[in-house]
């Protein structure tokens, strides 16, 4: 990462590009101090007739140094919070001299600042219960308030600009809310938002911008909130459904709370971005700190997620000589005087990832985030979002439920676990059965990986509640039987594995939940490791299924060469029985950057050479997992169809 806290914003103006002056990441000490040596502003306090509140109500207003009644001027409305008034941001946020500093060094353009008081009622004061019903909406009365009087007042009584790219609206907490809420619904009259720490009162996404598209007209969206401020969902959701709607916003994560500390800081950075031409390509690269990973235990700050895909670390281990980060390549961290390890890692794409924290050459699993059981071991792991990742997300829908059970197995003479998904309803309606997915998980991974990594019950209930896939149970057991590790992995693993499906998890499953016997309601699936099961097992027995899901697989060669014969073989010799047998045999790959695309395209030769009929699909990302989520959405889709 770099360190340097500077970052140099390019604009476009007349058709040449216009080099602004550098734009400080976080304030600098003493932005927000008077400097008795340069020009000041200057703050008056005026007052409006309202007729949405039927009485006269004051606001402050600061006029930028040099002001001149003979120019004309844009207008910044800078809006308090919940337990404020007009004079919270004058007493607590001292504007009129953090943008005094700014105009000294040539880092703004000139504008008039309004601060109103957005708790339009006849008693405005904020005293007594501030929220209580009647006062909290006020808040909302103020959109009128705004609207209809204080604007109209500000640009008759003072030299300003009429047109909405040359007026602003920013607020913080409630005054943040009040800002997406006015700014968002009343776009022909505002073209820059600055959204600071938004409190509850922000509407939800979809009624904020039920046409999504309509917020292009914007020249800036800057939402902003401090890492510990507990109110961050209510920016971080508005700033995910811009992200989902490909909507260019600045998403500022800074260090810090629910106070001034922040909101000053705040003011220093937007309000250099107003009135300018700006650079939207340059937005993911303004924010400070990232988004905590969705893989982090509970109130976990690090690992976070920043914009382009860096992720930052900071681990504390006072005593350690060397700490790093194993996440597909090592990065060094750095020490403070407190004992805190940090760093930044390279952009990294958009998937899960498995990493560990090495002390002192020592790997372990870093205590602030979920363990996964893979590699051959339990490890840390992280979600990375990506565009398109929104059909295994967390929604509003019906949920299955995951059931974690234990059964003994007399092929392998052990006890065996295995996770099993029941779709929604199943506990509410006893009568009814359902078909059965059993799905396998690939090498260095157990049973658990479907249903944590894989997120497949997410993505069941997904589709089930859009009417895309019938409901099903999903029986995930474990692969791992054998001799350990895949140089020991061949024709005897494939047998045992055969038995034990047969033998143990499919007569377990079938007795203890409600699953429709029969090949026409069985399906199986797997991936690497899993798919190679899939096949020997689904070829080997087609008349027990009617689905075989084949994940970033195919023989491994040289290895499974004599497997792989023995079974093309089979195939030729029960051609039409298998045919008969498999309605949807599914074949997918991570594209050619998969481990196993080339064992995959081989395979594919070789049924092709046979005649079988197959499905195939490429959905670029490797051998990685949500390439494997999208190819149970997919194959998911297509089973137990009438």
């Not at 500000?154 to 607020?171: F, H, I, N």
């Not at 974690?404 to 007399?410: D, G």
């Not at 199986?524 to 689905?547: K, V």
């Amino acid at each position: 990462m770099n360190r340097s806290i500077i970052l140099t914003v390019t604009f476009m103006l007349s058709g040449v590009f216009f080099s602004a002056q550098t734009l400080d990441k976080q304030a600098p000490q003493g932005f927000d101090i008077e400097n008795p040596t340069i020009s000041h502003g200057k703050i008056d306090t005026v007052q409006y007739l309202s007729k949405t509140v039927g009485t006269t109500r004051k606001a402050l207003i600061y006029t930028p140094p040099g002001f001149k009644k003979g120019n004309k001027y844009p207008v910044l409305y800078l809006l308090h919070g919940i337990g404020g008034d007009e004079k919270e941001w004058f007493s607590q946020g001292k504007p009129n001299v953090i943008l005094d500093n700014l105009y000294a060094q040539e880092k703004l353009q000139p504008m008039i600042v309004v601060l109103p008081n957005g708790r339009a009622m006849k008693n405005d004061r904020a005293t007594g219960n501030i929220m209580a019903p009647d006062k909290v909406e006020a808040f909302t009365t103020f959109e009128k308030d705004l609207l209809n009087d204080l604007i109209p007042f500000v640009e008759k009584k003072y030299p300003v600009k009429k047109d909405r790219e040359s007026r602003a609206l920013a607020g913080l907490s409630m005054g943040g809310g009040q800002t997406q809420n006015f700014a968002f619904g009343n776009m022909d009259k505002f073209a820059w938002l600055g959204a600071f720490s938004s409190a509850p009162n922000t509407k939800e996404p979809g009624q904020l911008l039920p046409n999504p598209q309509d917020a292009l007209k914007l020249k800036l969206i800057f939402i902003s909130c401090g890492d510990a401020d507990g109110l961050m969902p209510f920016s971080k959701r508005t700033s995910d459904y811009l992200n989902k709607n490909k909507i260019p916003h600045i998403f500022y994560i800074e260090p810090g709370g629910h106070d001034f500390k922040v909101w000053k800081n705040d003011l220093y950075i937007f309000s250099q971005l107003l009135f300018k031409p700006v650079d939207k390509s340059e937005f993911s690269n303004f924010t400070v700190l990232g988004t905590p990973a969705a893989t982090n235990i509970r109130n976990a700050q690090y690992p976070q997620i920043l914009p382009d895909g860096r992720v930052m670390f900071k681990i504390k281990a006072p005593e350690a000589q060397k700490v790093q980060i194993d996440l597909g390549k090592k990065y060094d961290l750095k020490k403070d005087p407190d004992g805190f390890w940090t760093g930044t890692t390279d952009p990294q794409s958009g998937s899960f990832h498995y990493y560990s924290l090495l002390i002192d050459g020592v790997a372990v699993a870093d205590p602030s985030s979920e363990t996964f059981y893979g590699m051959g071991r339990y490890a840390s792991g992280i979600d990375i979002p990506f565009e398109g990742d929104d059909f295994y997300a967390l929604k509003d829908v019906p949920h299955g439920g995951i059931h974690i059970k234990n059964f003994y197995s007399k092929v392998t003479n052990s006890w065996r676990r295995v996770f099993i998904y029941t779709p929604p309803g199943y506990d509410q309606n006893s009568s009814e059965s359902y078909p059965a997915l059993y799905i396998l998980h690939g090498g260095g991974e157990d049973e658990s990986g479907w249903a944590k990594q894989g997120k497949a019950n997410l993505i069941l209930d997904n589709l089930i509640a859009e009417g895309k896939a019938k409901k099903m149970i999903i029986v995930m057991p474990d692969s791992n039987i054998g001799q350990a590790g895949i140089r020991n992995f061949g024709e005897r693993n494939l047998q045992l594995f055969e038995r034990e499906l047969k033998e143990s998890v499919i007569p377990f499953a079938e007795t203890n939940y409600r699953i429709k016997k029969g090949k026409e309601n069985r399906a199986l699936a797997g991936l690497s490791m899993g798919g190679i099961y899939t096949l020997y097992t689904g070829i080997q027995n087609s008349e027990m299924f009617s689905g075989l899901g084949v994940f970033s697989s195919g023989y491994m060669l040289p290895a499974l060469q004599n497997v792989a014969d023995k079974q093309y073989k089979f195939l030729t010799e029960h051609k039409s029985a298998f045919s008969s047998n498999i309605r949807n045999f599914w074949i997918s790959m991570g594209g050619k950057d998969d481990i196993a695309y080339e064992n995959g395209q081989k395979m594919l030769k070789e049924l092709d050479k046979i005649g079988i009929k197959y499905s195939y699909t490429d959905y670029p990302g490797g051998h990685t997992w949500p390439v494997w989520r999208n190819s149970l959405c997919e194959f998911a889709q297509g089973l137990f169809k009438e």
